[in-house]
């Protein structure tokens, strides 16, 4: 499998910015799509938005469409994530994870890597 290792997280005070990071290690993960996901306290993890792995297609949860910007450069084995506009809403612990092919990842339970521990995100009105 491949290692994902999330960071980036911070606190930040609504209406402010944050780039989170997904750096892999291991086995390469540039032909695979990816997404990132988030779980508030009390709450399912939820979809936030995927890419492919040539960054032809993102997807976005309806959310955070026109906020956040997922991105990646497989040169450095890492996908982004950047969140502008931020809202006390968006509080949560961000994830990523990869597909199990080059299809857009929508899904948090057809992921094809166990979870990671995740980056803190917290917004603060």
């Known amino acids: 499998q491949v290692q994902l290792v999330e960071s980036g997280g911070g606190l930040v005070q609504a209406g402010g910015s944050l780039r989170l990071s997904c750096a892999a290690s291991g086995r390469t993960f540039s032909t695979y799509s990816m997404g990132w996901f988030r779980q508030a306290p009390g709450k399912e993890r939820e979809f936030v938005a995927t890419?492919?792995?040539?960054?032809?297609?993102?997807l976005y949860a309806d959310s955070v469409k026109g906020r956040f910007t997922i991105s990646r450069d497989n040169a450095k084995n890492t996908v982004y994530l950047q969140m502008n506009s931020l809202k006390p809403e968006d509080t949560a612990v961000y994830y990523c994870n990869t597909g199990r092919g080059a299809t857009v990842l929508r899904d948090p339970n057809s992921v094809g890597n166990s979870w990671g521990q995740g980056t803190q995100v917290t917004v603060s009105s």
């Open positions: 890419i492919t792995w040539n960054g032809g297609t993102k």
